[in-house]
């Protein structure tokens, strides 16, 4: 089983930057492409950025493109999403999700393994 434990969230101002963190103490993170989801309240999940296993892959929603980053440590077992230039409709829920494949996923229902979620908050 692998669990996975977002931290990172919090309340800030539009224009603010965040860093959000996945850990995960299985040794086969190394292996799993992993991304990045959001929920809005009333709002179906999104996918937001996706990485491959090994990191030389990355996809994003268009409305975050070239404000957030993803990336992953894989002798740390972590990966990132580095949030920039926060606008108030970034608020949401945001959940890293895991494996089965190390080829880039963009689908939910191709992740397997999911956090609990961590809360990001932007104020105008």
């Known amino acids: 089983q692998v669990q996975l434990v977002e931290s990172g969230g919090g309340s800030v101002q539009a224009g603010d930057s965040l860093r959000l963190s996945c850990t995960t103490s299985?040794?086969?993170?190394?292996?799993?492409?992993m991304g990045w989801f959001r929920q809005a309240p009333g709002k179906d999940r999104e996918s937001v950025a996706h990485?491959?296993?090994?990191?030389?892959?990355?996809l994003y929603r268009a409305s975050v493109k070239g404000r957030f980053t993803i990336s992953r440590d894989n002798a740390k077992n972590t990966m990132y999403l580095q949030m920039n230039s926060l606008k108030p409709e970034d608020t949401a829920i945001y959940y890293c999700?895991?494996?089965?494949?190390?080829?880039?996923?963009?689908?939910?229902?191709?992740?397997?393994?999911w956090g609990q979620g961590t809360q990001v908050t932007v104020s105008s």
């Open positions: 299985a040794e086969t993170f190394k292996h799993y492409a």
């Open positions: 990485i491959t296993s090994s990191g030389d892959d990355t």
């Open positions: 999700a895991a494996g089965p494949r190390p080829g880039l996923q963009i689908l939910e229902s191709q992740y397997i393994y």
